[in-house]
Structure formats: structure tokens, C-alpha cells
């Protein structure tokens, strides 16, 4: 079985349509996998059922061959708002996941420190939310979802409130990390270009079904330069065909 297998799933809210219909996904241990689609498609829906936030009507989540009922401490989750208490440092933010389920230790101070400087926010501790831009929360959002190790990441659309520089360097660290600590990821967007950037397996979401999947074999790591290569250029495209962009 898969690291994380989604078997069947459908989903409605009551009274409505089906949001999900039949969804089956398999992803793989440290693979990078991107969820596309067109707003109201049912994307942010799929997510919250794979990583337990929400049961399905029908179908069966499964989590390293177990079934997921309920949000797991081996999940770690980036959502488009960091979401930061003002009132708590930058720190102190980071290792809130932490101090919910025990006491923290010197070494969890560490850990937060070393991610923090992954991030370029080393010099940062001790400032509070307000005190940081856009894209500094954005990064200690990152932090704070790694601050466990988790094995498997759940990431909803974190960079789209971004400039498109600082989206690009928050993608560079991303992947940096999630290389270096082995982490299998989830990322939901709606953009073509930061999937095909980002992931290892792309898939288009319509009317709560996956019409389309694919692999992204382009080399790794990723650099600024190849967004501007033909290959990268050609998935883009096909992926936007998909989604019913024309050319």
C-alpha cells in the first residue's frame, strides 16, 4: 500500500451536490504531490478528508496502511493564512505544536532554531507577527508545521497571498526542506506554474473528480532557471489544457 492511499472517496454537504465524487489518489513515500483545479472544485475538500479534518460520506483514507479517521501527530499542516498568535514571539510561535502536547526541551529549542535558520528568520526569535511582512509569517507558518517532523505534509494554497519573488523563494525553501527531512507532501494550488515547480506528480481536479495525472520528470533540484525551460514550459501547457485554458 501506498504512504498515503485515498480509496473512493465521495463527499457531499448536506443538501447539496456532491463536492468528491469516487476520488482515488496513491502517494508515495517523500514524493512531492500537487492538487490543481479551478476554484469551487472541490480541492481544499479532498485535502481536509486525506489528512482526517473531515470524513467521508463513502471511501476510506489510509495513512502508512492505516486508516485515518482524525488529524494525526504525523501530519503537519500550512494553510493559506499562517494563522500566528500575535501575542507569542516568533519562537514561540514555532514551537506551539509542541508545548499543546508537552513540555518543550532544549532539544525542541533547537530543532526550532535550525528550522528558523532553514527559513532565513534566525535573527527573528524573539519579534512578534506584527512586527514581520507577508511573507516572513508565511515562513514561520512553514516552521511551525515542521517543528514535529511530520511525515506527511498538508499544505492549502500558503503562497497565494504572495508577491510573485517572495512566492518563488518560500517554494525554494520548501522543497530544500521537505528534501532534507524526507517529508511526503500534499499541495493544493491553483496555480499551473507552482505545481509543475514544485512537484514530483501533478493531478487536475473538476466538479470533485481527478480527470488528470501525470509525473513531472524534470531534474532535480529545481532552479530559477528552469521555469524558463522549454520542457517546463510544455507540462505547463499541457496542464492548462487539461484544466480548459486552450493554448
Not at 29 to 41: A, D, I, P, T, Y
Not at 159 to 188: N, P, Y
Not at 210 to 222: Q, W
Request: with cysteine; aromatic share 6%.
Amino acid at each position: 500500500m501506498s504512504f498515503l492511499s485515498i480509496e473512493d472517496v465521495s463527499f457531499r454537504y448536506q443538501g447539496k451536490n456532491a463536492v468528491i465524487n469516487q476520488a482515488n489518489w496513491e502517494i508515495e513515500k517523500g514524493e512531492f504531490h500537487c492538487l490543481l483545479g479551478k476554484s469551487g472544485c472541490g480541492k481544499t475538500t479532498l485535502l481536509k478528508i486525506a489528512s482526517g479534518l473531515l470524513p467521508p460520506n463513502e471511501g476510506r483514507v489510509y495513512l502508512q496502511g492505516k486508516e485515518l479517521t482524525e488529524p494525526s501527530h504525523e501530519c503537519g499542516f500550512v494553510f493559506q493564512s499562517p494563522a500566528l498568535l500575535e501575542w507569542k514571539t516568533v519562537m514561540d510561535n514555532v514551537l506551539l505544536p509542541v508545548v499543546l502536547r508537552r513540555k518543550t526541551t532544549p532539544e525542541d529549542r533547537e530543532k526550532a532554531v535550525a528550522l528558523l535558520e532553514l527559513v532565513g528568520l534566525c535573527d527573528y526569535l524573539n519579534r512578534h507577527p506584527a512586527q514581520l511582512s507577508g511573507g516572513q509569517q508565511s515562513r514561520v507558518a512553514l516552521a511551525r508545521a515542521l517543528i514535529q517532523k511530520p511525515s506527511m505534509m498538508f499544505l492549502d494554497e500558503p503562497f497565494a497571498s504572495l508577491d510573485a519573488i517572495t512566492r518563488e523563494e518560500l517554494q525554494e525553501d520548501l522543497l530544500k526542506i521537505c528534501q532534507l527531512e524526507g517529508t511526503t507532501v500534499l499541495f493544493i494550488t491553483h496555480d499551473i506554474s507552482e505545481a509543475v515547480y514544485l512537484a514530483d506528480r501533478v493531478a487536475v481536479m473538476e466538479q470533485g473528480e481527478i480527470i488528470y495525472e501525470a509525473d513531472v520528470n524534470l531534474l532535480k533540484p529545481r532552479t530559477v532557471e528552469m521555469r524558463y525551460d522549454p520542457n517546463f514550459n510544455e507540462l505547463c501547457l499541457k496542464v492548462r489544457q487539461v484544466m480548459g485554458g486552450g493554448v
